[in-house]
């Protein structure tokens, strides 16, 4: 059993993992740009971060990337051993049944057309419009995939997560946070805001009267350990606090094939919303039920009440990137909006077995099957009341 | 998570040295010629791959994956990247490729090298890299940048394409270009018919499309397991009633499937399975 002497916050700010440590020159400051973190302010680099007289070496790091990762690895290894005890584990956020239900069955909004306004305006109405959401909360967290620099349909595309936010503000919402973390500031290639910044989304948002917040995936003390007592797997998840302690949640996945995973939409994607340690050890454990399990564990930790997917356009054949293989199919042009995570998987996966020769339905049914157990919500279409516009 | 924390750091420490980048293989723009350069080089390793590519990675640590180079570039509107994989050897390299490349999309780019070419992407191995070039629009319609880009790096790379990756399925006369070497379980489900095929002890398979005299081509798999036994375990559950259109047969260490669903009469789908299990 380890001893543990020391909290860990001691320890991160030993190595510089501590806001003011590891910190760079006032000059490159005035270079950074500032991203809206709730209620506080975060620097975050949108440069490559290396000083002109520093060389870039192996893995494109400077010898200050290295020296500080190594320092910043040490620090956390030791919390990570000597810390453990100071972290409780939680049990996962409660949050009320679907508030999207007719007739005792699930409503799933499909809505096909061109003009996305007009898509998401129809498709809110026709779950009864928003007011179930914002009597819970004014603020809405968004969640949106961005798994690699790489635009639509590899991750969210900016206008949706604009639009989705002013349907959001019409409806009574005061604030609304796009929130991801993809990256850490120990890596200047790979920074918190890394995706997103070569993507543009940062831009493209401000103004659009969505905030975003991206946080650091090394930050250790921004997760909170949660578990289910019904997961099949007992070590706890780390799931960041901005999502945990979200009085909505609102999922804005995309439709793709996946690897390990075979296919990503409304489940898969809230590995994003999970630890990286978490996320790496998952993917290390594949090949087994593992993965198809784990995965339903990190949708468990997140429950977001609504989930919009953006399935205009989607990625068949492999991914979850172009790197990975994946091929852009357009003119599905359909928009799908469910508050139940499991029907809206099962619905998409559809869209994708009928435009991609290379996927069925049955290669996501463990993970259905297991969401279904843990009462997620339910794959069984039949049970779904699925309402289908066009405008 | 904890488990986790240490796992990934203990990783990016021991392997982030080892990340090796040969920067001469992916020039800047100007040594290209006519192109500009698009913010800096990157590069991967093992450990770190994932951070690039999310759930992607695994089907390339499993086909060999040793090292990722990115450079982007620009020329009139057209962005580029271009993603230069270092594999474990040649053979790896075009393994990944046969995984990779599109249907119907191969063309000679360069006397002995074949490449996967679209408007918005080529793709192509050469010695021991894979080597994807794309239009950052993956919508695009004109492929001429991202054709001349790809050209002038697989010029720089040494080495040729491999030869006999696919001896062991030649006799069943394979479609050109339809056939893909599976490295692993992961490379395994390519297919979602190969779903109930047995991934415990699976060494190595190689699937393609192949003729028969009688109907369209049908696809197949041949797959090597560790042992007689796992073989004859791997295709043990699939049988005539739970999976009509799926014909297997093992012998020693080799399993054979046979996706029939386009009906090949019985003669000409015993001799194709003949074949390729007698290699």
């Given at each position: 059993?380890?001893?543990c002497?020391?909290?860990?916050?001691?320890f991160?700010?030993q190595?510089?993992?501590l806001?003011?440590?590891?910190?760079?020159?006032?000059?490159?400051e005035?270079?950074?740009?500032?991203?809206r973190?709730?209620?506080?302010?975060?620097?975050?680099?949108?440069t490559?971060?290396?000083?002109?007289?520093?060389?870039?070496g192996?893995?494109?790091?400077?010898?200050r990337?290295?020296?500080?990762?190594?320092a910043?690895?040490?620090?956390?290894?030791?919390?990570?051993l000597?810390?453990?005890?100071?972290f409780?584990?939680?049990?996962?956020?409660?949050?009320p049944?679907?508030?999207?239900?007719?007739a005792?069955?699930?409503?799933?909004?499909?809505?096909?057309?061109?003009?996305?306004?007009?898509?998401?305006?129809?498709?809110?109405?026709?779950?009864?419009?928003?007011?179930?959401?914002?009597?819970?909360?004014?603020?809405?967290?968004?969640?949106?995939?961005?798994?690699?620099?790489?635009?639509?349909?590899?991750?969210?595309?900016?206008?949706?997560?604009?639009?989705?936010?002013?349907?959001?503000?019409?409806?009574?919402?005061?604030?609304?946070?796009?929130?991801?973390?993809?990256?850490?500031?120990?890596v200047?290639?790979?920074s918190?805001?890394?995706?997103?910044?070569?993507?543009g989304v940062?831009g493209?948002?401000?103004?659009?009267g969505?905030?975003?917040?991206?946080?650091?995936?090394?930050?250790?003390?921004?997760?909170q350990?949660?578990?289910?007592?019904?997961?099949?797997?007992?070590?706890?998840?780390?799931?960041?606090?901005?999502v945990?302690e979200?009085?909505?949640?609102?999922s804005?996945?995309?439709v793709?094939?996946?690897?390990?995973?075979?296919?990503?939409?409304?489940?898969?994607?809230?590995?994003?919303?999970?630890?990286?340690?978490?996320?790496i050890?998952?993917?290390k454990?594949?090949?087994?039920?593992?993965?198809?399990?784990?995965l339903?564990?990190?949708?468990?930790?997140?429950?977001?009440?609504?989930?919009?997917?953006?399935?205009?356009?989607?990625l068949?054949?492999?991914?979850p990137?172009?790197?990975?293989?994946?091929?852009?199919?357009?003119?599905i042009?359909?928009?799908v909006?469910?508050?139940?995570?499991?029907?809206?998987?099962?619905?998409?996966?559809?869209?994708?077995?009928?435009?991609?020769?290379?996927f069925?339905?049955?290669?996501?049914?463990r993970?259905?099957?297991h969401a279904t157990?843990?009462?997620?919500?339910?794959?069984?279409l039949?049970?779904?009341?699925?309402?289908?516009?066009?405008? | 998570?904890?488990r986790?924390?240490v796992?990934?750091?203990?990783?990016?420490?021991?392997?982030?040295?080892g990340?090796?980048?040969d920067?001469s293989?992916l020039?800047?723009?100007?040594?290209?010629g006519?192109?500009?350069?698009?913010?800096?080089?990157?590069?991967?390793?093992?450990?770190?791959?994932?951070t690039?590519?999310?759930?992607?990675?695994?089907?390339?640590?499993?086909?060999?994956f040793?090292?990722?180079?990115?450079?982007?570039?620009?020329?009139?509107?057209?962005?580029?990247?271009a993603?230069l994989?270092?594999?474990?050897?040649?053979s790896?390299?075009?393994?990944?490729?046969?995984?990779l490349?599109?249907?119907n999309a191969?063309?000679?780019i360069?006397p002995?090298?074949?490449a996967?070419?679209t408007?918005?992407?080529?793709?192509?191995?050469?010695g021991r890299?894979?080597?994807?070039?794309?239009?950052?629009?993956?919508?695009?319609t004109?492929?001429?940048?991202?054709g001349?880009?790809?050209?002038?790096?697989?010029?720089?790379?040494?080495?040729?394409?491999?030869?006999?990756?696919?001896?062991?399925?030649?006799?069943?006369?394979?479609?050109?270009?339809?056939?893909?070497f599976?490295?692993?379980p992961?490379?395994?489900?390519?297919?979602?018919?190969?779903a109930?095929?047995?991934?415990?002890?699976?060494e190595r398979?190689w699937?393609?499309?192949?003729?028969?005299?009688?109907?369209r081509?049908?696809?197949?798999l041949?797959?090597d397991?560790?042992t007689a036994?796992?073989?004859?375990?791997?295709v043990?559950?699939?049988?005539?009633?739970?999976?009509?259109?799926?014909?297997?047969?093992s012998r020693?260490?080799?399993?054979?499937?046979?996706?029939?669903?386009?009906?090949?009469?019985?003669?000409?789908?015993?001799?194709?399975?003949?074949?390729?299990?007698?290699?």
């Amino acid at each position: 059993m380890i001893a543990c002497r020391e909290p860990p916050s001691k320890f991160y700010f030993q190595v510089g993992l501590l806001p003011g440590l590891g910190r760079r020159p006032a000059g490159e400051e005035q270079a950074e740009t500032n991203v809206r973190l709730g209620s506080r302010t975060h620097i975050d680099r949108m440069t490559s971060g290396s000083r002109p007289d520093e060389q870039k070496g192996m893995a494109g790091l400077t010898r200050r990337d290295l020296f500080r990762l190594s320092a910043g690895s040490f620090g956390l290894l030791s919390a990570s051993l000597l810390g453990a005890c100071n972290f409780r584990v939680a049990a996962c956020k409660s949050v009320p049944p679907n508030p999207f239900v007719h007739a005792g069955q699930p409503l799933l909004v499909v809505v096909e057309g061109e003009d996305l306004q007009a898509m998401l305006k129809a498709g809110v109405e026709a779950l009864g419009g928003l007011d179930k959401l914002s009597s819970l909360s004014r603020e809405a967290v968004f969640r949106g995939n961005f798994v690699a620099p790489q635009p639509y349909p590899v991750t969210t595309h900016p206008d949706f997560i604009s639009a989705v936010g002013g349907i959001l503000r019409q409806s009574g919402f005061r604030r609304t946070v796009l929130f991801d973390s993809h990256g850490t500031n120990l890596v200047a290639s790979s920074s918190p805001s890394s995706i997103m910044g070569k993507l543009g989304v940062i831009g493209k948002l401000t103004g659009s009267g969505v905030e975003v917040d991206v946080r650091d995936f090394l930050e250790r003390t921004e997760f909170q350990l949660v578990r289910n007592p019904a997961w099949p797997i007992a070590s706890p998840v780390g799931v960041h606090r901005m999502v945990h302690e979200a009085g909505v949640v609102i999922s804005l996945p995309v439709v793709k094939r996946h690897g390990a995973a075979q296919f990503t939409c409304a489940l898969k994607m809230h590995f994003g919303s999970v630890s990286m340690a978490d996320r790496i050890v998952t993917h290390k454990n594949e090949g087994s039920e593992y993965l198809d399990q784990r995965l339903v564990h990190f949708a468990d930790t997140a429950r977001p009440q609504l989930t919009i997917v953006d399935a205009r356009t989607i990625l068949a054949r492999r991914g979850p990137t172009l790197t990975a293989g994946g091929e852009v199919v357009r003119g599905i042009n359909k928009i799908v909006l469910c508050g139940d995570m499991v029907a809206t998987d099962a619905y998409c996966a559809r869209l994708m077995a009928e435009r991609d020769p290379t996927f069925s339905v049955q290669m996501v049914a463990r993970q259905l099957k297991h969401a279904t157990e843990l009462g997620l919500g339910t794959a069984d279409l039949a049970q779904v009341k699925i309402v289908e516009l066009r405008v | 998570m904890i488990r986790g924390f240490v796992w990934v750091l203990v990783c990016l420490l021991v392997t982030l040295p080892g990340c090796s980048s040969d920067s001469s293989l992916l020039p800047s723009g100007e040594d290209l010629g006519s192109f500009a350069d698009v913010g800096d080089p990157e590069s991967y390793g093992s450990a770190t791959l994932y951070t690039y590519m999310n759930g992607g990675a695994e089907v390339f640590l499993e086909y060999g994956f040793v090292a990722l180079s990115i450079r982007r570039y620009s020329r009139g509107s057209d962005q580029l990247i271009a993603e230069l994989f270092e594999m474990r050897d040649p053979s790896a390299a075009a393994s990944l490729y046969s995984y990779l490349r599109r249907t119907n999309a191969e063309t000679e780019i360069r006397p002995g090298c074949r490449a996967s070419v679209t408007p918005s992407e080529v793709l192509l191995a050469k010695g021991r890299y894979y080597l994807a070039c794309r239009n950052e629009d993956p919508l695009a319609t004109r492929g001429v940048a991202v054709g001349e880009l790809a050209e002038r790096i697989a010029d720089r790379l040494a080495g040729d394409s491999p030869s006999g990756l696919f001896d062991p399925i030649r006799m069943g006369n394979p479609v050109p270009g339809s056939e893909i070497f599976i490295a692993g379980p992961i490379s395994l489900r390519v297919r979602p018919w190969l779903a109930p095929i047995g991934e415990r002890g699976f060494e190595r398979g190689w699937l393609a499309a192949f003729q028969t005299l009688s109907a369209r081509p049908v696809e197949a798999l041949v797959a090597d397991y560790q042992t007689a036994a796992l073989a004859r375990e791997a295709v043990a559950g699939v049988t005539a009633s739970s999976h009509p259109e799926l014909k297997v047969e093992s012998r020693g260490r080799r399993a054979v499937v046979v996706n029939d669903s386009t009906t090949v009469a019985p003669q000409h789908l015993i001799a194709l399975m003949e074949s390729l299990l007698t290699h």
